[in-house]
């Protein structure tokens, strides 16, 4: 034991002396370049000091730095959300939650979760500060190479321009020769004569007539506290006009938003339910273990990641047709031991598959326990797209938006060429018939099922990028992946893509109006209305046949 | 009028208001001997054109055969008199009065047309005397139905019409253990139960034996006459032997019109059933 | 007495069923309340309820057999019915209450006192009086029922369709009950009731009263369905469950008959979620959940499909087995649920009461 108990002793002291030298090392190195223009580590120790001019000081040598973690501990001290903590003066970002504040340090990014309020001390700063900070921010990032940088730059600074900066933002104009940016800066300039209380009418009205099609929401504000308090009538109208007319293309991008959102349910509505209009439209018969598939789906995409903790991304993509492998053959163990023996019987299917449903729910939840999980969504699939200034769709959706409509392009693909397809959609029309001609119903009922509920798991991995898993994840889309089948037609592929994209943009558009709760009734309601005068669908399909 | 005067009229104490009185279709008029008149009748399903502006007059009494290949437009000729299609252009009348085209399925059952389907359908888990009990005519809304106790008359009108069809000893038995060629007559047993004037029979003799066949061929020559009958059929031979007049549809369209043995030998005829080579169907 | 002599030759297991309740509405009170806990034949009044909420599903499960044994309707949305029913008498529950709730709120109940809510809803009006609760406890199933089976009879939509309709109704009830401005008091429903007609829902004579009501509802709903199953309007009934098409070419407004049946049995659901909420103490939305509805199909599935004392005998057995499984194996229950539903249907389509029809002495009393 003393034995064990003395190379412990060593190792520990081993261990520390290499945490202190690692935690050194980059001070070391630092202190080591002491170049000019380094001046990180001084400016850091100078925002401690309770002085203002000391601080500005600090903020100076910041931003003179050039190191690239300046701009972010700049804005988090704009944001008044810089503290330091008492006992080591060890300077991080905090914010309030609950009681306390969840901190981050500033350097090292190092989570520290919660903190009590009496162990931080706020990095204080006045007027003059935010306006010194302002422009330090603005000229770092205003020097950087990537004009995209900098008219994000302006953007984001427009909200607190102040009419001292005037001059400083005609000089960036004057240098500056990127388009995008050169508007952005316009803008800014316009604002500061806006705010500007000394500025003459003409410089009120050509700064009016500058910010005319401007969709940053500062500068509608601005133009909507002008006209309140505007004295020239001319210049009034003028903003009147420039009001109206950003207005105008804001209500026209909040429909172009919506009707995103509406198509990314739809995608989704569209994912969950093609998988049963194809079981639905080839056998009839309602699979109401269809959801549950979904899940299964879904939690493959979760077990994938488990697995795979380093590579979110690959494991995503694997899960893709792990998902495929894996409903597929319950979809086809489900049809092999209890649908086959019920067909004709559609009734008594719906409730042995909603048997099976309920047995798929319960084993998920004793196997992962009923709690709700998360899958983690990789880089390329998080972050928004910005288009402008007000508008961004967020990565995740558009890219589910465009998946389901390659899995639709590949199944249709799938039952329109190959010669498997060919039997489906025999059978599809004329059971007997096909029966007949040769084509093993049997097999073809069972590969059927195997495909729609594959893609029903490849729904469920689609799902996983928007909410969470759970073993109630699926109850919810059976009843609407039944709306859309029937909305679109049964049997009918297109329609179901057409019926799941306008049930989901309808249901967006609803929202605002009613509520999700209620345009979700809304439209269960519209359909039940729709079914009295077109009882085959959006697509009904054609013939003598269908007629009766 | 005055207001008052309207207000008068709005009171009267032996007056039942419009909008209380039982919709009861006119009763049927046959006062030019036509029962049925159908008229420019155009229906398509999806572009396909299965009945084409088809002109077709049944009389009153009479026995009227339909024949024609399959697709021919029969079985939607049938939808649409009781009223399960509906059709893009034309006229329907039943008499003098009665607009078809108006009416629902029910509505046309009530007012006098039977239809017997091409498939046995009768109700298989009642006995016939259920089945025919259902079937009978007189009052049919919810609550005279639930009310209904059968009395005397009917059960004789039971017995009757059980006679008529030849199932008297039947007549506790279930419905789905008669034989295939039994639920063809308890069907028109049914038919016979609604008192119709019009009876339409799609192909009654399938699948039935050479003596069912026969015994069916007496049963609705005996039918016809009080009412008019109008059957659908495959089998020529059967139709040679019930019918007196027959209506060739092709494609949609009256082919031709007339005695077996003129539709027989009507080249059109031939063309249309076997290609311009003599039918042997036909001529045997 | 001559109803059950007359049952006895005519319908032996309603006879037996009638004969049953009857003895259970008057001995199950006087066992609970006329001998002393100590006894060995003393009912406890947990028992008590327990049976009564027995009861009340037992009646749930003949509406059900009503829409989907005779009119061929797979309702998979009874549940809301029954809900409904049971929220116009929480809502009566609740004002009964008066000001003894937790805010002490004269008129309003303690929810909207909660959300701060001025004035009673418009339609929380009329609710402090039994006649008018009960009365829309009947009306209000009723006419929702009417509603959706107006418009879904006339377009003609059945079988599957017409299933997940019933349940995307109740699912999408279940959603708005769920949300607190719709004025039911959101998920927590309504509770904490004091009194019923002025007796105290705690008091044993209440409970044993409200098993008797029960028990007499679940009677009485026997004889009606009975009465319409056997009518004409019955075979009706049957008739366009086998063949709706021939129902409708010999002169039947097919839709009319299915309508009125099916209003019938949702009132008949309503009732029983009226017995039901005074007995089991609450009524939350998750009596609307799609799967509170489709087991009670089950019941109905395991009892035998139209034969009315199949469901009776379904409902009873399940729950019965229910109550223990889930106190003796909580994990269990939703995999026996499971494989029932899909042994039930593979193995025993006519359920219990196919089985007992099976037994040779039921022969003898056959039609003639």
Redesign the interface.
Known sequence: MPMRSDSYRRHLLLATIAAVLLVLSPYAAGLARSAPGTGFEEGMTLLLEEDFGRKAAGVDMLAESSDPRAESILETMLAGELFYLKENRTLVQARPEGDGFAARAILGDADLGTVAKRKLKKIAINNSLRGQLESALARLRLSNADAGVRAEAVNKMLATVTPESRAQWAGYLQSETDPAVQAALRAALALTVLRDGSAGPAERRAAVAQLAGHLHPTVRNELARLLAGEPEAPIRKAAQRALEGIDARLAWLDFFETFFFGLSLGSVLVLAAIGLAITFGVIGVINMAHGELIMLGAYTAFVLQQLLPDAIGTALVLSIPTAFVVAGLVGMAIERTIIRFLYGRPLETLLATFGVSLILQQAVRSIFSPLNRSVATPAWMSGAIQLNAVLSLTTNRVVILLFSLLVFAGLALLLKKSSIGLQVRAVAQNRAMARAMGVRAARVDALTFGLGSGIAGIAGVALSQLTNVGPNLGQAYIVDSFMVVVFGGVGNLWGTLLGGLTLGVTNKFLEPWTGAVMAKILVLVFIVLFIQKRPQGLFPQKGRAAAG | MTTLERFRNFWPRDRVFDFLVPQTPPDLDLTHGVILYLEGITVSFGGFKAIDDLNLYIEDGELRCIIGPNGAGKSTLMDIITGKTRPDAGSAWFGQQINLLKMTEPEIARAGIGRKFQKPTVFENHTVQDNLELAMAGPKAVWPTLTARLNAAQRERIESVLETVGLQAQIHRRAGALSHGQKQWLEIGMLLMQNPKLLLVDEPVAGMTQQESERTAELLVSLAGPRSVVVVEHDMEFVRSIARKVTVLHQGRVLAEGSMDDVQHDPRVVEVYLGGEPCSTLKN | MTIFTHLYKEDRAGGVLLGLLLAAGLLVPVLNLGLGEAHPLHLSTYTVTLLGKYLCYALLAMAVDMAWGYLGI?T?GHGAFFALGGYAMGMYLMRQIGSRGVYGHPLLPDFMVFLNWKELPWFWHGFDGFIFALLMVMAVPGLLAFLFGW??F????T???L???T???T??LM??F??NDLGFGGNNGLTDFKEILGFSLQADGTRAGLFAASAAALALGYLACRF?TR???G??C??IR??E??????????E??KL?VFVFSAVLAGIAGALYVPQVGIINPTEFA??AS?EA??WV?VGGRATLYGAVLGALIINYAKSYLTAAFP?AW??G??????L???FL?QGVAGLLQMVPFRKKGG??
């Open positions: 797979l998979l418009f879904a006339r377009s003609r939509v079988g599957v369709y299933s997940i309709m349940q995307a109704l699912y999408a959603l708005a769920f949300r319409i009518s004409r309007l075979k009706l049957t008739a086998d063949q098409d021939r129902a409708r070419f010999i002169g039947y407004r097919v009319a008959a009125w799609p799967l489709i199909v089950v599935a994990d939703l995999f649920l499971g494989a029932l539903f899909v039930v249907t593979l389509p039609t003639p």
